[in-house]
């Protein structure tokens, strides 16, 4: 079935979405092209896991593969309805994914703060459903926590953000908040992961508002 590349902005009822499929009709690469750690596990026990939607996710995996105390980054998609998903299918908004990437971690050399710190400062997280030339449901901006705390540092971060943009003249935050348990993330297929390390003039539509971000106890920048 070939789905029409549309610019939705609105979340699909389940009923809308496609049944997707039991397991990946395309491969994942075993290993980071970049970092050449393993992309989908087994990861050390002393790491931990992020989710971050914040639009492009090509733009973004980059952003967080450059950070130190980075250990993985994997790009996928997450908060949608439809099991593995196809790119045609995302695109056409009717799966309810936004372009997201997984970031595992050393907390003891990278707060989450500072990740989180980034993922603001990135994006225009008052858009809705679009991030520059980016529009539809697959672009909106998310947070998938893991642990009771990111979900603390997540929910305080996008109020301290919010009285930085407010005084900055922006508008309201659209970012939604999720415990990563209720929404299975999905890796992409071996062309969307590091894909700016393949093709550093790709076009991603990612971009800040150029306010910087306030999250709190994290250590200097």
Same mark, same amino acid.
């Given at each position: 079935?070939?789905?029409?590349?549309?610019?939705?902005?609105?979340?699909?009822?389940?009923?809308?979405?496609?049944?997707?499929?039991?397991?990946?009709?395309?491969?994942?690469?075993?290993?980071?092209?970049?970092?050449?750690?393993? %992309?989908?596990?087994?990861?050390?026990?002393?790491?931990?896991?992020?989710?971050?939607?914040?639009?492009?996710?090509?733009?973004?995996?980059?952003?967080?593969?450059?950070?130190?105390?980075?250990?993985?980054?994997?790009?996928?998609?997450?908060?949608?309805?439809?099991?593995?998903?196809?790119?045609?299918?995302?695109?056409?908004? %009717?799966?309810?994914?936004?372009?997201?990437?997984?970031?595992?971690?050393?907390?003891?050399?990278?707060?989450?703060?500072?990740?989180?710190?980034?993922?603001?400062?990135?994006?225009?997280?008052?858009?809705?459903?679009?991030?520059?030339?980016?529009?539809?449901?697959?672009? !909106?901006?998310?947070?998938?926590?893991?642990?009771?705390?990111?979900?603390?540092?997540?929910?305080?971060?996008?109020?301290?953000?919010? !009285?930085?943009?407010?005084?900055?003249?922006?508008?309201?935050?659209?970012?939604?908040?999720?415990?990563?348990?209720?929404?299975?993330?999905?890796?992409?297929?071996?062309?969307?992961?590091?894909?700016?390390?393949?093709?550093?003039?790709?076009?991603?539509?990612?971009?800040?508002?150029?306010? %910087?971000?306030?999250?709190?106890?994290?250590?200097?920048?």
């Amino acid at each position: 079935m070939l789905f029409e590349r549309r610019r939705v902005t609105r979340l699909p009822t389940p009923e809308e979405a496609p049944a997707g499929r039991a397991e990946p009709d395309y491969a994942v690469p075993e290993r980071h092209l970049v970092l050449g750690t393993p %992309l989908l596990g087994p990861y050390p026990g002393h790491l931990e896991t992020a989710d971050f939607a914040l639009g492009c996710f090509w733009g973004a995996e980059r952003r967080y593969w450059q950070t130190t105390g980075v250990w993985t980054t994997v790009a996928g998609y997450q908060g949608g309805h439809t099991p593995w998903p196809v790119g045609d299918e995302i695109r056409s908004g %009717l799966t309810g994914h936004a372009e997201t990437v997984r970031v595992v971690f050393d907390p003891e050399r990278v707060p989450y703060r500072r990740l989180l710190r980034l993922f603001w400062e990135s994006h225009d997280p008052t858009q809705g459903f679009r991030q520059g030339n980016d529009v539809g449901t697959h672009v !909106r901006s998310l947070l998938f926590t893991h642990t009771p705390a990111q979900r603390e540092a997540a929910e305080d971060t996008r109020e301290r953000y919010q !009285r930085a943009l407010t005084a900055a003249g922006h508008g309201r935050i659209t970012t939604e908040v999720h415990a990563a348990a209720g929404f299975p993330f999905y890796p992409a297929s071996a062309l969307n992961q590091q894909y700016l390390a393949r093709n550093p003039a790709g076009y991603c539509g990612l971009g800040g508002t150029g306010v %910087l971000a306030d999250v709190g106890r994290a250590w200097p920048r």
